[in-house]
């Protein structure tokens, strides 16, 4: 005999098939999401690798601002990074080491090194070594992200947000050349949403990792959002990979 559903059956039956349908096709989309979100995180990975995070590396860079100028020799492991001026003579020795987030000031004859605020951070020389060290895959969440163009080159923006409150920035907006894999330019932002600073980056050097050619970063321009025409320039030279004892980084060994 044939039996005929009634309407609130066969509207019974629908919702129970479309709840299925979602139901099924749900781990398809979160492995969807998933694999997006990991995607775009090995991209920052990449981006970061180029400008330093490497199991030992050094290189030197000139600073300029306004009528300033200072010359360093760097020592980094990963995103930890020691900067020892070379010249001009009369800052010879004094040292910036940072170290998971954490950052120092040394100079020869002080008896300890001296700790660097969060404020601090966000000023002077330790704002110039606070960007280069800036880990973004590690110490910041991926909130969005979407194609844009900057000079007429395509690139992914992300935005940017801090993990923990001892990164100087709370936000930040990170463009990302798609094709090299390389951060170009970084807005940083203040809790209050401010912007403090903007960074342009160049990427002329390359370095051997893996037996294969890697770009590294060669110039980064840091544009002041507080005081307006307030411009640095950091030329960086001589990128080799090297292994740096662990001793360089700690606190305790910057007299010597």
């Excluded at 010879?92 to 300890?112: A, D, E, H, Q, T």
């Excluded at 700790?115 to 991926?142: C, F, M």
């Amino acid at each position: 005999m044939l039996m005929l559903k009634t309407g609130s059956q066969l509207m019974h039956y629908s919702v129970q098939k479309i709840a299925l349908a979602i139901l099924l096709f749900m781990p398809l989309l979160s492995a969807a999401v998933s694999t997006e979100e990991e995607n775009y995180y090995n991209v920052l990975l990449e981006a970061d690798k180029a400008r330093g995070n490497y199991d030992g590396i050094t290189w030197q860079v000139n600073i300029q601002t306004r009528n300033k100028h200072k010359h360093y020799f760097i020592r980094a492991l990963g995103f930890d990074l020691l900067a020892e001026t070379l010249s001009p003579a009369k800052y010879k020795g004094n040292k910036i080491l940072m170290v998971s987030g954490n950052m120092w000031f040394y100079k020869p004859g002080l008896s300890r090194a001296v700790p660097i605020s969060r404020r601090q951070k966000l000023l002077g020389e330790a704002s110039y070594g606070d960007i280069s060290s800036t880990n973004y895959a590690h110490d910041y969440a991926i909130e969005a992200v979407r194609s844009d163009e900057l000079n007429e080159k395509p690139c992914w923006l992300f935005n940017l947000k801090s993990k923990a409150k001892k990164n100087s920035y709370d936000r930040i907006h990170y463009w990302v050349d798609k094709e090299q894999r390389t951060g170009v330019r970084a807005d940083y932002f203040t809790v209050s949403g401010k912007r403090i600073k903007s960074a342009i980056m160049e990427y002329q050097h390359t370095i051997i990792d893996a037996e294969k050619n890697q770009p590294f970063i060669s110039k980064i321009t840091i544009m002041d959002g507080i005081q307006a025409g307030s411009v640095t320039v950091m030329d960086l030279s001589e990128p080799e990979l090297k292994k740096i004892p662990d001793y360089f980084f700690n606190v305790n060994f910057l007299r010597k």
